[in-house]
């Protein structure tokens, strides 16, 4: 499936062809709290009248309660929306990964997910890990599939010993803080024509009260959360992001920040205050 993007954001292919939006949405921790369902499920549908397609969830995120709530989010739009979701590493194996698919789109209501991570690195093979994943774009419940949290060492293995060519995207944490996978992951990326998606791209709130973003903020009129994503999504079409919102109003927020068209003099404000790596790193987590 491609989803095209809106007027405002962006497109970004994927190595199989396929187009999705440059920003989209997060859903870490909706679904938690019944109390919050409905306006949970407005949150993320005022997010798709903005322009924000994909949709990023997990099965580990609230036990499954992130998918059904996403599933009731888009019913009657499936065909607006790009539905990302992940396996857990321990169930992982081949026939682990096929299951989970199949209990994840049955949560969702859905008969095909269009992309597909695996969270993290654990115990299983990547041969096996690989292995499923194929097995379901044959079989029609997945368009593709990809990975999540894999540093240099591992998408190189990934590619090579374990097969793994077919990958579509490497999901990372990546954001004005967390810089690091600027130094080997995204060149090594770029060269295979292959866009990383950043999680937490204002590293979870904690960006926000610094100085200088607030400085650079208030001098372009917009909220330092709008050009934390700025910053994040200049790197179009070699980086896409998912982040989540908490109330429509910051779903709008989000949106509006595809508006936002940092100049050189905010780029080289931001980049003095957050410095890029001199040199190779272990890859950050959340």
Same mark, same amino acid.
């Given at each position: 499936m491609t989803t095209p993007a809106s007027p405002t954001n962006p497109s970004v292919p994927l190595p199989d062809g396929r187009v999705v939006p440059a920003l989209g949405q997060g859903t870490w921790r909706l679904g938690d709290d019944p109390r919050r369902r409905e306006s949970e499920i407005a949150t993320l549908r005022a997010g798709l009248d903005a322009g924000l397609t994909l949709i990023d969830t997990?099965?580990? *995120?609230?036990?499954?309660?992130?998918?059904?709530?996403?599933?009731?989010?888009?019913?009657?739009?499936? %065909?607006?929306?790009?539905?990302?979701?992940?396996? $857990?590493? %321990?169930?992982?194996?081949?026939?682990?990964?096929?299951?989970?698919?199949?209990?994840?789109?049955?949560?969702?209501?859905?008969?095909?997910? %269009? =992309?597909? $991570?695996?969270?993290?690195?654990?115990?299983?093979?990547?041969? %096996?890990?690989?292995?499923?994943?194929?097995?379901l774009v044959a079989e029609g419940a997945i368009g593709g599939w990809g990975v999540s949290n894999f540093d240099l060492d591992d998408m190189t293995e990934l590619v090579g010993p374990?097969?793994?060519?077919?990958?579509?995207?490497?999901?990372?944490?990546?954001? =004005?803080?967390?810089?690091?996978?600027?130094?080997?992951? =995204?060149?090594?990326?770029?060269?295979?024509?292959?866009?990383?998606?950043? *999680?937490?791209p204002v590293d979870g709130g904690e960006l926000l009260d610094h100085p200088v973003l607030r400085t650079v903020a208030a001098e372009m009129g917009a909220t330092p959360a709008q050009v934390a994503l700025a910053w994040v999504l200049r790197l179009a079409p070699d980086m896409l992001a998912a982040v989540k919102a908490a109330t429509t109003e910051h779903a709008l927020e989000n949106a509006a920040a595809l508006a936002i068209d940092l100049d050189d003099r905010a780029v080289v404000q931001l980049e003095r205050a957050f410095p890029a790596p001199t040199g190779p790193g272990p890859l950050e987590m959340r």
């Open positions: 997990a099965e580990m *995120y609230g036990q499954g309660a992130s998918e059904r709530l996403v599933g009731e989010a888009i019913e009657g739009r499936r %065909d607006e929306v790009f539905v990302v979701g992940k396996v $857990l590493p %321990d169930n992982a194996s081949r026939r682990g990964t096929v299951e989970a698919c199949h209990a994840s789109l049955e949560r969702l209501g859905l008969e095909r997910l %269009d =992309l597909y $991570l695996l969270h993290w690195r654990g115990r299983h093979p990547l041969t %096996d890990t690989v292995e499923g994943m194929e097995e374990a097969g793994g060519v077919n990958v579509q995207t490497n999901q990372i944490l990546y954001n =004005l803080a967390r810089r690091g996978p600027e130094f080997e992951l =995204l060149p090594w990326a770029r060269d295979r024509g292959m866009p990383l998606m950043s *999680y937490s």
